[in-house]
């Protein structure tokens, strides 16, 4: 029997929801109260505000959007093998949670306004050792000698920008929900060939 899910849970669950679809400045603590079916009152008792509410939520988003980067870097695997998981599990992810790219990045827009612990989430993905192990196998000839950052918005704007456009997409090629997640699967597969075959230098027989 599943166990029923206590007052406070509820309540994050249905403002990550309000929050996601409509941003912090476009809802309101009556709104998340409705999802929640309880009373702005109850809402306000749990998490004083709603700024408090969304700084909690924001932050767990994000702690889930880096989970499984944080768990492939993590392990023993060779570089190539955790980039390619590691764009599977990114894929993977979004195709589960589409709108969580579009929710951060507006958010992140509202700029003092979105307070978050980004130190945080950044010390976690560099106890992975990952940032060292780029710059070993850089020095080693093993990958090209692409600044760290240029590395990463290659590989989120080639995973996430298929997401984000998908209304566009969709619509300027006619194509149904079924059609375009069928062109995902093949996107998914020329990103990782694509990614890998740029970034890893070819082997050279001697």
């Known amino acids: 029997m599943s166990k029923e899910l206590s007052t406070e849970e509820k309540i994050r669950g249905a403002a990550k929801t309000v929050f996601i679809a409509k941003g912090f400045d476009g809802c309101t603590s009556r709104e998340i109260a409705k999802a929640a079916g309880m009373n702005v009152a109850l ?7 709603k700024k408090d509410l969304f700084k909690l939520v924001f932050n767990s988003v994000l ?43 507006s958010e992140l827009s509202r700029g003092d306004k979105c307070e978050f612990d980004h130190a945080g989430i950044l010390d976690k993905i560099a106890a992975t050792g990952v940032f060292e192990e780029l710059l070993d196998a850089q ?11 240029n590395i990463m918005l290659m590989i989120m704007s080639n995973c996430h920008y298929p997401f984000m456009a998908k209304p566009l997409m969709k619509y300027l090629n006619s194509l149904s929900e079924e059609e375009y997640q069928e062109r995902l699967v093949l996107q998914k597969q020329y990103v990782t060939e694509m990614l890998i075959g740029y970034l890893f230098i070819p082997k050279t027989n001697i």
């Open 43 to 49: 809402v306000n008792y749990y998490f004083c505000s």
């Open 63 to 105: 702690e889930d959007f880096m989970l499984s980067t944080i768990e492939v870097f993590k392990s023993e695997l060779g570089l190539e093998a955790k980039m390619r998981i590691f764009i599977e599990r990114e894929f993977e992810f979004l195709t589960t949670h589409p709108d969580i790219p579009r929710f951060i990045l």
């Open 139 to 149: 020095e080693k000839g093993i990958i090209r000698k692409v600044d760290l950052t």
